[in-house]
Nanobody, 111 residues
């Protein structure tokens, strides 16, 4: 059984930082593509950042230079460091490992 659990979301002021965590169990983590997506009210889910098994990263245009995705294969955890947060970053953030999804964690940025 695959299980992905996100944590680290919350309420933060504009310009602040948050670090999101996604812990995975029940899957082969190494060499599996993984990423973070987000969905704001009334909008479609969009890619925030992704990382391949080889360590290659990709970021959405709106978060480049502010967010960093990383992984720890030994701990089967993927991270998203979010700096210089803006109100438009407010959304539910979802972890994706392979084709499996977590349940999401709310990030709210106040102005």
């Amino acid at each position: 059984q695959v299980r992905l659990v996100e944590s680290g979301g919350g309420l933060v002021q504009a310009g602040g930082s948050l670090r999101l965590y996604c812990a995975a169990t029940g899957i082969i983590f190494s060499f599996t593509a993984m990423g973070w997506y987000r969905q704001a009210p009334g909008k479609e889910r969009e890619l925030v950042a992704s990382i391949t098994g080889g360590g290659s990263t990709n970021y959405g245009d709106s978060v480049k230079g502010r967010f960093t995705i990383s992984r720890d294969n030994a701990k089967k955890t993927v991270y998203l460091q979010m700096n210089s947060l803006k109100p438009e970053d407010t959304a539910v953030y979802y972890c994706k490992v392979g084709r499996d999804w977590g349940q999401g964690t709310q990030v709210t940025v106040s102005s």
